[in-house]
């Protein structure tokens, strides 16, 4: 044996063809640590939740609310999630703070924008309590043309658009791996929390495949579908069905990042998921 040789056993190279070598040229090699997953759920119990919670509080409760306090109460079990990757090491954050994605549209405004609400401390909250905090956010950033975000956008639209992708990382360095924070950067402190939580199914869309957002630097992103109604079946003893009813349902939609969350991970964050749906009671 030499002191070096080849890893790896090949046959002799050949020359790739026109259309290969294009595609050769415009990608690069796979390096985005994004992995997916889809969950149906049954929400009967949750709606049914929901609307005890919203008689009692007077609040505007919806379903993107009851999903964020399941995630906040996944994140509380496994603190490992609860995490933000630094130069090399995983920093645990002190609090689950939660971020949900808000549309602003206004009158006769062709352009519709994004930007977050933050909910803190979501695993200490009711269901109701974080409905009126973001509710609260929903209406101050609608009316105010999303004050807490506006200086980033107003210093985003100075940047020349070649120059974006490099403000960004600039931007995303000192936030995230330095960790440090100045009003001059126009945007709040943490302000994207532990995870993403977006609607789609406001949109009418069943299901979408969210992206992570990178300067968010959070382990993952989870979209809301719209609510349908399917087939449950009942069945006896032996198997044999006895009654077919429709109920609701949801599709969640994550993109998560592989370098926090692994097949394990999500096994149990589906069995937990499921779990919470079907005993809404078990955290008020």
Known sequence: MSWIEFNKPFL?????????????????APNNPTIYGIVEVNV?????????????SGEKITINHFVGKVFAQILKKYPE???????????????????????????????PDLSAGLVQNMDQKSIAEIARDLNSFVKVIRKDHDPQFS???????MIPGFMQTFAVAILKFILNTLNLWSPIFGVPKNAFGSILVTSVGS??????????????????????????????????HEGIVTQIK???????????????????????????????????????
């Open 151 to 157: 200086g980033l956008k107003k210093l985003s639209g």
């Open 203 to 236: 949109l009418g869309l069943d299901l979408a495949i969210p992206a992570l957002f990178p300067p968010a630097n959070v382990p993952m992103i989870i979209a809301v579908g719209a609510i349908f109604k399917g087939p449950v079946y009942e069945t006896n």
């Open 246 to 284: 429709l109920e609701r349902f949801v599709k969640l939609c994550g993109a998560f990042d592989h370098r926090y969350v692994d097949g394990m991970h999500a096994s149990r964050f589906t069995r937990d998921i499921r779990y919470h749906f079907e005993h809404p009671e078990s955290w008020g």
């Open 44 to 56: 009967e119990k949750a709606l049914r939740s929901i609307e005890h919670h919203k008689k009692e």
């Open 12 to 28: 002799k190279g050949e020359k790739p063809t026109k259309w290969r070598r294009l595609a050769v040229g415009s990608w690069g």
């Open 81 to 111: 999630m609860n995490c933000e990757l630094r130069m090399g090491k995983f920093y645990p954050r002190k609090n689950i703070d939660i971020s949900f994605q808000v549309a602003i549209e206004h009158e006769h405004d062709h352009h």
